[in-house]
């Protein structure tokens, strides 16, 4: 950020130029000029980038960075992370396109916190959602703190520059009940027993999937990216996940994602008889491999299994469409995970544990997904509401509500 200041003193007005400079302690370096018109002829001619950090020279503007950014997060990873997975590239590139199509008035080196800001708006009125904008905005920041670090900037102008993630027009997350997974559970034991022998084998396989994504809280694209290797006497590690397009098995996706959890016996027994006795030969040391070899889809899963076992176990919603009522299945896979944590909850599993088990990099993540989870033990313990209710009897006296 460079900018012009007027002194005055002993020897009258002057006008002095502060600019970046990476190799001085303050980070900024300066330069007096008599008049204001020569002050800005250096300003905006460009001198003032002589005295920086050449290491990269040709990272002028907005669109140089995040080309170097992409490139990092590709070959080298950020912040010493492994580089990122070829469909969170993807999805990065995308991002990058919006903060290329921003009119940036201004070099790198000249934004300041309200340019940021004018972005922000800028991406709020663009955007299709909230939640779109909130991403590219984030991956911005990524941007000038990856040049920040590298010396290519000498601060970071987009420091506490966000969007929410919270709405009040949120959806709050779909918890199923324990009866419902009972009933879950028991469909897959009855479809594992049908007399359909087609539907029988389809099942060997769902079933103990379907268990283990109750017993667990796995994301659905890791317990299909299950190994043999990952199976322990008393329960699986998680070291591996299916990519976001279906097309690739790669590590999960943060270093927090990978993790171990404990199984109830009769689930652990399932898994590896499975695992021992009917899954085929294949290339990828897959539990539950397709019958091609690799591994299944995670839509084909939720379709053929998931779906299947709701409509079994009548977990159906009834929905209007095309001027018709159809039914749908009343979960997604993904509700077996906010199950899980619901039970460690209810089990008063330390916090931390929690989010370590789920898989979450921040615990403002397991916080503001389950907090309120905690807000529904507390209610449930405690029958007498308010906190003078928590002193005994009240000091004032006979209560004067029935008073006539």
Known sequence: MAD???????????????YPAADTKSGYTYKTFPTLK????????G??????????????????AVNLWLDI?????????????????????????????????????????????????????????RELARKVLASFQSVIKEMTLRGVIPSNVATGISIRADSRYDEPIVIPTREDVIALLSAADRLANSKNLQIARTW????????????????????????HRAISKNGVKVERAVEGGGDKLSVTKTPAGRRFIEL????????????????????HDLVFPANNGRWQCPRNWR??????????????????????IVERPKYRPYD?????????????????????LMGHTNISTTLNTYGHLIEDLDRVEDEDYGMLSQLGAFSCGESVASAP
């Not at 012009?4 to 502060?18: C, F, H, L, N, P």
């Not at 060997?204 to 796995?218: F, I, K, N, V, W």
């Not at 016996?265 to 695992?275: E, F, G, I, R």
């Not at 779906?307 to 009548?314: D, I, K, L, R, S």
């Open 4 to 18: 012009i200041r007027k002194r005055t003193g002993a020897k009258g007005t002057t006008y002095q130029v502060r």
């Open 38 to 45: 020569a002050a800005r002829a250096f300003l905006e001619g």
């Open 47 to 64: 001198e003032i980038h002589q005295g920086q950090d050449k290491r990269y020279p040709g990272i002028e503007t907005v669109i140089d």
């Open 73 to 129: 997060c590709e070959k080298e990873g950020l912040n010493g992370r492994d580089p990122v997975t070829r469909f969170t590239l993807k999805n990065y590139v995308y991002r990058a396109g919006f903060i290329k199509s921003y009119p940036w008035s201004k070099s790198l080196y000249e934004l300041t916190s309200p340019d940021v800001v004018e972005f922000r708006s800028w991406l709020l009125r663009t955007c299709k959602s």
């Open 204 to 227: 060997q396989r769902y079933r103990p999937m379907l268990y283990l994504a109750a017993d667990s809280g796995m994301r659905p694209q890791e317990y299909i990216a299950l190994s």
């Open 264 to 283: 109830s016996a009769n689930t652990l027994d399932m898994v590896k008889h499975y695992a021992e006795n009917h899954a085929i030969q294949n290339g």
């Open 303 to 324: 379709r053929r299994g998931f779906n299947a076992a709701c409509f079994e176990a009548g977990l159906v919603d009834e929905i209007e469409k095309e001027g018709g």
């Open 336 to 356: 077996l995970r906010h199950f899980f944590a619901s039970m460690l909850f209810e089990k008063k599993v330390n916090l931390k544990k929690i989010q370590v």
